[in-house]
């Protein structure tokens, strides 16, 4: 069961206020469950690409890729979660809200 399918079951810290330090990183940063559907991204993600909080629940930001760097956006994620833990940094190309 991904955590999309049943609320209840995302982490208390991302709905908590504890969770406000997690808008202070300055990098866009999307949180994805097991089915790469966002269940949380920080307020520099939405400046970023364009979206507001409510925008990015439940979407699947593999759409917002290039096409030509989805293998690697894949290959990135199947390392982490080998590692459990943070895999290498990439770089990608993204669209934002507005196509561009």
């Given amino acids: 069961m991904s955590i999309t399918e049943d609320p209840d079951s995302t982490p208390a810290w991302l709905t908590s206020n504890a969770a406000r330090p997690f808008d202070a990183i300055p990098d866009p940063v999307v949180i994805v469950d097991d089915q790469l559907r966002v269940v949380e991204a920080n307020l520099a993600a939405g400046q970023f690409f ?28 199947e390392e982490v979660q080998k590692r459990k ?6 770089e990608l ?8």
């Avoid at 833990?85 to 990439?90: A, E, F």
């Avoid at 190309?93 to 561009?100: F, H, L, M, T």
């Fill in 85 to 90: 833990g943070v895999g290498t940094p990439i």
């Fill in 50 to 77: 364009g979206l507001g909080r409510e925008d990015w629940i439940g979407q699947i930001p593999l759409e917002l890729v290039h096409r030509e760097d989805v293998a690697l956006v894949l290959s990135s994620l």
């Fill in 93 to 100: 190309r993204v669209r934002i809200a507005d196509g561009s």
